[in-house]
């Protein structure tokens, strides 16, 4: 069955470095979403790509869809503490529901 | 106030003992699911819905049910076959088809400890 990956699994950075999570299928993916979850909070909608290549920016968020739409990426800039979280990609392969993947912690140390 | 309500916000049950977790959305959405979430770990689709009266097991549906009598009612319950049923459970819905990429918003979430 489809599988989705994500790395790392947990980042410590200091605030104003910058941060990227990434997200890999085993499978074509028809479009992808990104979610954030704050500590003892649910997932948030932050995005969702369809296109291949396709790059979305949200203030310091960048996010990338692969070219061979089976690949993902989400670049933060400069975080900041309000940044902390899970971030969680979810991929759907056409016809199936979305998987998510196991998501990468961020905590970011003022 | 739009949203997706679930309670309680903490369930304590003993073991052998169904429970049943509300989810209630006045967003108007068609499609609702039901997550779990195990510590440190990503959300496994348990069920989902497209539509009233009908509902689809998702990829960890042994164990639990459900019901779409409403459009804007989805419990879960937690039966006494599921094995591990101490977990964070996330109640999502979206405007859309489930199989057609419509953007998830989840509720709260109900943390379930059986003891």
């Known amino acids: 069955g489809q599988q989705v990956m994500q790395i790392p699994q947990y980042q410590h950075v200091q605030e104003g470095e910058d941060f990227t999570t990434y997200c890999n299928s085993s499978?074509?993916?028809?479009?992808i979403q990104w979610y954030k979850q704050r500590p003892g909070g649910h997932p948030v909608f932050l995005i969702q790509?369809?296109?291949?290549?396709e790059v979305k920016k949200q203030k310091r968020l960048t996010f990338q869809f692969g070219e061979a739409k089976k690949n993902s990426s989400l670049h933060i800039t400069a975080t900041q503490t309000t940044d902390v979280g899970t971030y969680f990609c979810a991929g759907r392969s056409y016809g199936q529901n979305f998987v998510f993947g196991p998501g990468t912690r961020l905590s970011v140390l003022p | 106030d739009g949203g997706i309500t679930q309670s309680p916000k903490y369930l304590f049950r003993k073991e052998g003992q169904n429970v049943t977790l509300s989810c209630e959305q006045n967003l108007n959405h068609d499609a609702m699911y039901w997550y779990r979430q195990d510590p440190g770990q990503g959300l496994r689709l348990i069920y989902y819905s497209q539509i009233v009266n009908d509902f689809q097991k998702g990829d960890i549906a042994e164990g639990y049910s459900v019901s779409r009598e409403k459009k804007e009612s989805f419990p879960l319950t937690v039966t006494s076959a599921q094995k591990n049923p101490t977990a964070f459970y996330l109640c999502?819905?979206?405007?859309?088809?489930?199989?057609?990429?419509?953007?998830?918003?989840f509720g709260p979430g109900t943390r379930l400890l059986v003891l």
């Open positions: 499978t074509t993916l028809s479009n």
């Open positions: 999502a819905s979206s405007p859309g088809l489930a199989g057609a990429g419509g953007t998830q918003y």
């Open positions: 790509l369809v296109k291949s290549g």
